[in-house]
């Protein structure tokens, strides 16, 4: 037996013959149960980082472990290769976004196959690719159709170097995540597609979640953001005009004394006081240059202006002036904010800074504020004052009576709120998918027919250095026919955001090559939901709620049988170095390449799996890596001592004892132990612990004389070995089985089951105490009673000692654990 571990030889061999034989498709139907494993696919940037490698390892376990327990697994993998990036290397190298992604695209996969990953590569889909857009661009049609997709005039993140909008969440302290450029706001037409509708069933449905982690679906939740309330009409003074509000505070009414307009407010410039006009506008456009996150941030400075008009309270009559404040939107709510400053602290410092009156109408229980003396704002509970037929009435119970009271006077009503907005989809970049929609003078808006899709990409455009979407000026691309008149026509030149493209694409997975439709529907109702899905925390909010909204949608046009589409998370740690998350700036990256190529894919893999659990960050250490090589060494060194020895071995005696009775009982407790960590924990390092126990243990075995040897309990001990340990290090466990004799692959063997009879332990130590502290250990049966125990720890001779002279108090047993002696 070769007894040097090669593992460049080895993990070369296995990849070339799994490829070969296909080891790792699944068929789309057969009698074994499902199991859908799937790890969030990657942006195609042309290297791996470990994030990547932790992530996709995590996932392998499962799907081996899964496929040996004889479930059919669907493992797949694909690209999210639609994005900026892409469109950036055209401008900056000249390269075409479609020839950088594919080059990209051959080298991960390459490395993915290198770390011997088990996907089914008979599935892989790239999202820019027109076969899958086309589906893409069809469901945006079904969307359409539902009147769920629409296009509206509204303002929004403008990064003038990218030329493209932004989401909220792509602008970090006012700038472009991306580029840092300073954020504008600006108003465009764009599309959305209306997720506000599903808001209630994305709330309610989180309960159903219970495989996620309770982090993420806090967030989620807090995203979302349900408020019940009431929305109040105020009459403007000497005017027609009304201003509606919407607030979660209606116990408040009477404390109202300014209202605020969001700055692009429609009613501004109706309302606004003549000579007062200028000095208005320029409050405006200075709070369009404004992002949205430093609007609302509650660090940022809140300035208003007074428009020199005025409402009323329409419970009291107080005549109330009305000012416009860079922290109010008119896309939240309802772009207008009544100020309440004694109950509300930013309304408090708002009404401070320009000298606004401030009235007390909550007051706590058992005190009196004045308004006078107050430095900050009362927000707890208390009851009415000031507030008319509610004086004295608990706050909690006056927001249902003023709100009876405003729907009896038609003056207000109940309302429920959601901080969910619509999700704006249209991006001004030519690598996206396009929005399948065409514009004619004589029809108006027109989709694009089913038939005629996909709308694809043309290739021969030109990236400019001002980043504008080159679509713009293509020609070919914008002229077209209307395909109702047939008449002249142009096309959008909006593609979708990304988001869109992986908000749908495990269930192409199902049906990866369907030319007819995007997925079967008969197969997806197989397949569904993903039984395990994991990737990063950062995709807490947006991807995993935008595939949830998809989810609903597409249950509710019959095209799937769930409304969930992902039935358990696991979202995994970062991958530090040196306390800090690995990035190029901070010069602590590790390459995964440099690691594969100086330890091979199964120390990489074991390293990265044994360092911490998988839902906590990991630190890198070159002395765990050098850990795992060593221990994956032994592993070899150990099987090839002995494989010779027990090759025809047979089936291992219940009837053994001693030094056989104990290496099957270390045997079969590692098995109950991996099994219980992969399946109900996943707990991988403490696995891996387990397996490196029993290694020791064998070793042990292995160097009693040959002649107390048993072959049948060497051989039952080595080959669960190596089925445990195939998950986590596929390729020398592949080797390792062959060298043992056999001819099918490891990765198609049953996983080990455990017997309980041989789990059980025959002797056991106990610790023994005297008033609390350890003062010696003795071994005993694994059966003894609690009388028995007592007995023989009394009976100790270091024990005996100690309470010799003093009074036995009491003896407390804990049966198989301690005996505490408790002496005066």
């Known amino acids: 037996m070769e007894e040097r571990y090669h593992f460049n030889r080895i993990e070369e061999k296995w990849r070339k013959a799994w490829d070969v034989a296909d080891l790792y498709a699944v068929p789309d139907k057969s009698n074994r149960p499902k199991y859908y494993c799937l790890e969030m696919f990657p942006y195609p940037s042309g290297k791996l980082h470990m994030g990547h490698v932790r992530n996709y390892a995590i996932g392998d376990v499962v799907a081996r472990f899964k496929t040996m327990q004889g479930y059919d697994v669907l493992h797949p993998m694909g690209w999210d290769a639609f994005g900026l990036p ?71 993140n403008w990064c003038p170097s990218c030329a493209t909008v932004l989401a909220n969440e792509q602008v970090v302290q006012g700038a472009c995540e991306r580029c840092k450029t300073t954020v504008e706001r ?102 369009r240059r404004m992002s949205e996150i430093d609007r609302t941030s509650g660090e940022g400075e809140k300035e208003g202006l007074f428009i020199g008009t005025y409402c009323t309270n329409p419970l009291n009559g107080d005549k109330i002036p009305i000012y416009i404040a860079n922290y109010v939107l008119l896309e939240y709510g309802t772009g207008c904010v009544m100020g309440v400053p004694a109950h509300d602290q930013r309304d408090f410092e708002f009404a401070t800074k320009y000298r606004l ?129 047939g008449g002249e026509a142009r096309r959008e030149t909006d593609t979708m955001d990304t988001f869109i493209d992986s908000s749908w694409y495990y269930l192409r997975y199902i049906s990866p090559r369907n030319e007819e439709k995007p997925w079967d529907v008969e197969l997806a109702g197989q397949w569904m939901p993903v ?82 659990p998988p839902e906590r960050d990991l630190e890198w250490s070159d002395q765990g890596v050098e850990g795992a090589y060593r ?25 053994v004892v001693g030094a056989h009775r104990a290496m099957r009982r270390v045997t079969h407790q590692t098995i109950q132990k991996v099994t219980e960590d992969i399946e109900k924990r996943f707990q991988f390092n403490t696995a891996i612990s387990a397996i490196m126990e029993l290694v020791n243990a064998l070793y042990q075995y292995r160097d009693l004389p040959q002649v107390d040897r048993d072959p049948a309990v060497l051989r039952e001990a080595v080959e669960k070995l190596l089925l445990l340990l195939a998950p986590f290090a596929p390729f020398i466990t592949e080797e390792l089985w062959e060298m043992t004799g056999h001819t099918t692959s490891i990765h198609r063997q049953p996983w080990p089951e455990y017997d309980p009879a041989q789990v ?65």
């Open 357 to 485: 009156p401030i009235k007390v109408v909550i007051q706590p229980e058992g005190e009196k504020l004045d308004s006078a003396a107050m430095t900050e704002a009362y927000t707890g509970p208390g009851v009415l004052d000031n507030s008319g037929p509610f004086n004295g009435m608990p706050n909690d119970e006056a927001i249902g009576a003023v709100t009876r009271t405003l729907e009896e006077q038609g003056i207000g009503r109940h309302r429920v709120t959601f901080r969910l907005r619509d999700w704006l989809i249209s991006r001004q970049r030519y690598w996206g998918a396009p929005i399948p929609i065409i514009y004619c003078d004589r029809c108006g808006t027109v989709p694009v027919p089913e038939e005629d899709l996909p709308v694809t990409l043309p290739f021969d455009v030109d990236f400019k250095p001002t980043g504008q979407s080159p679509l713009v000026e293509c020609k070919e691309f914008v002229q077209t026919t209307c395909p109702s008149c």
């Open 531 to 612: 039984d395990q899905y994991i990737g990063g925390v950062e995709h807490a909010i947006l991807h995993l709620l935008y595939s949830r909204f998809f989810t609903k949608f597409l249950y509710d046009i019959n095209l799937i049988n769930v409304d969930e589409p992902f039935q358990n998370l696991l979202t995994q740690g970062m991958v530090l170095k040196d306390g800090a998350k690995m990035s190029k700036s901070k010069g602590n990256v590790v390459s995964p390449e440099d690691i594969l190529a100086e330890y091979g894919a199964d120390t990489t893999r074991l390293f990265i799996l044994f360092a911490a």
């Open 760 to 824: 059980v332990e025959e002797e056991i130590t106990i610790v023994v105490q005297v008033n609390g502290k350890v003062r010696d250990r003795m071994v005993v049966p694994a059966d003894i009673g609690r009388k028995q125990m007592e007995e023989k720890a009394l009976g100790l001779e270091k024990i005996k000692q100690l309470v010799e002279g003093k009074k036995v108090i009491k003896v407390i047993t804990v049966p198989k654990k301690l005996v505490n002696v408790v002496v005066k």
């Open 86 to 156: 892409a469109e950036n290397a055209a401008i900056k190298h000249g390269i075409h976004p479609a020839k950088w992604t594919q080059e990209n695209i051959d080298a991960m996969r390459s490395q993915l196959k290198q770390m011997g990953i088990s996907y089914d590569w008979n599935r892989e889909v790239a999202t820019c690719h027109p076969g899958y857009y086309r589906w893409t661009q069809w469901l945006f049609l079904q969307f359409y159709k539902q009147g769920l997709a629409y296009k509206r005039k509204a303002p929004v």
């Open 631 to 655: 221990f994956l060494q032994r592993v070899w060194r150990l099987v090839a001592s002995v494989a010779d020895e027990f090759k025809d071995a047979p089936e291992p005696s219940d009837k």
């Open 186 to 287: 600006r108003e465009l037409e764009q599309w959305n597609l209306r997720i506000t509708k599903y808001a209630d069933k994305l709330l309610q449905d989180l309960d159903k979640l219970s495989g996620w982690p309770e982090k993420v679906r806090i967030m989620q939740k807090n995203w979302i953001g349900r408020s019940e309330g009431a929305e109040i009409t105020f009459p403007v003074v000497d005017s027609d005009e009304k201003i509606t509000v919407f607030t979660t505070r209606p116990d408040t009414l009477f404390g109202v004394t300014y209202m605020v307009l969001a700055p692009e407010h429609p009613l501004v410039k109706k309302l606004t006081a003549p000579d007062l006009r200028e000095a208005v506008e320029q409050f405006v456009q200075k709070a």
